[in-house]
């Protein structure tokens, strides 16, 4: 039975769990530093990013008030398993591919940035409708975008985002099927970091999208997996990582890790930066000096 109050996390719990530990309390902590502060931390899953009823639906009925949280709560029960196959298999299945497709839309659909820039969106008239007729691209004939339409003409601001991103979702879910997949793991297992905004989009100046076809994504997987995904039609090719082998796991040099890992959470960050860095092992609560 559904609670009328509920802990929703902007970062998945079982994504977390890739990159954290279990304590002597057998609970799941994760190692973070949060930016601005002088100290890491190291808190616990359960309770890290979670918000009460944040991605609730304004709907009266509650399986329907739920209805974002439970899709993505499917989502999170496939994921343990592509990073299974991942290990023992050393590629991408069809499966979990599109797992993979659904998982990356949800995250960003859940993540504070992503949502602020939709928020604003939906605040500005033209850039409203600018959101609307991309989100629809894939959609058949009209009825998604009378919904959309609707819902930003008539309903209060508050009540918008939330009814607008399963929509968002869908349509992102779209595009990833688009873009070619090659999985990235380091050599020397030194592994890879993560953060609470952990889909890093470069856009190399193209800002007319939401993801737009000369955009590269990389979105660490876990402390193991790293997935890069690309258009074939984007104009850019100079990129060392198109050449590997798609929905394969390709080791990659120190020099490769430490240059994404720097791209993604240390080089300046114009669209959709981070407020915590997640570590990929347990690491001791350290206060930094002046």
């Known amino acids: 039975m ?19 530990y279990i304590g002597e309390d057998n609970e799941h902590y ?7 502060e002088k100290k890491t931390e190291n808190i616990k899953v359960k309770s890290f990013t979670a918000e009460v009823n944040i991605f609730d639906l304004p709907l009266p009925d509650i399986k329907d008030k739920r209805l974002f949280e439970n899709l993505s709560s499917q989502l999170e029960s496939r994921y343990p398993k592509v990073i299974a196959n991942l290990q023992n298999q050393k590629k991408l299945i069809p499966l979990d591919k599109d797992v993979l497709n659904n998982f990356a839309a949800n995250i960003l659909c859940r993540t504070d940035r992503f949502r602020d820039f939709i928020s604003w969106c939906l ?17 058949e ?6 919904e959309l ?14 009814l607008v991103m399963p929509y968002i979702m869908t349509h992102l879910v779209e595009v990833f099927r688009r873009f070619k997949k090659v999985i990235l793991k380091h050599f020397g297992n030194v592994g890879w970091l993560t953060s609470d905004n952990p889909v890093h989009i470069e856009r190399f100046g193209q800002h007319s999208y939401l ?3 000369e955009a590269e994504i990389y979105f660490p997987l876990s402390k193991d997996f790293c997935l890069f995904m690309f258009h074939p039609d ?4 100079d990129n060392p990582l198109r050449k590997l082998k798609l929905d394969k796991v390709n080791l990659v040099n120190f020099e490769t890790c430490d240059a ?5 959470f240390t080089d300046n960050q114009a669209y959709l930066n981070f407020d915590y860095l997640i570590f990929n092992t347990q690491t001791d609560e350290t206060t930094f000096r002046e």
């Open 141 to 146: 004939g009209q009825g998604d975008k009378d």
């Open 30 to 36: 994760v190692s973070v530093y949060k930016v601005g």
């Open 2 to 20: 559904e609670t009328e109050f509920q802990n929703q996390h902007k970062l998945s719990q079982i994504y977390l769990k890739q990159f954290g």
């Open 123 to 139: 605040k500005d008239s033209k850039a409203a409708v600018t959101l609307v007729s991309e989100i629809t691209l894939f959609s």
């Open 260 to 264: 994404i890992n720097k791209r993604m």
């Open 211 to 213: 993801i737009p076809i």
């Open 149 to 162: 339409e609707f819902i930003i003409k008539y309903l209060p601001s508050d009540l918008q985002l939330n």
């Open 234 to 237: 984007s104009l850019s090719s």
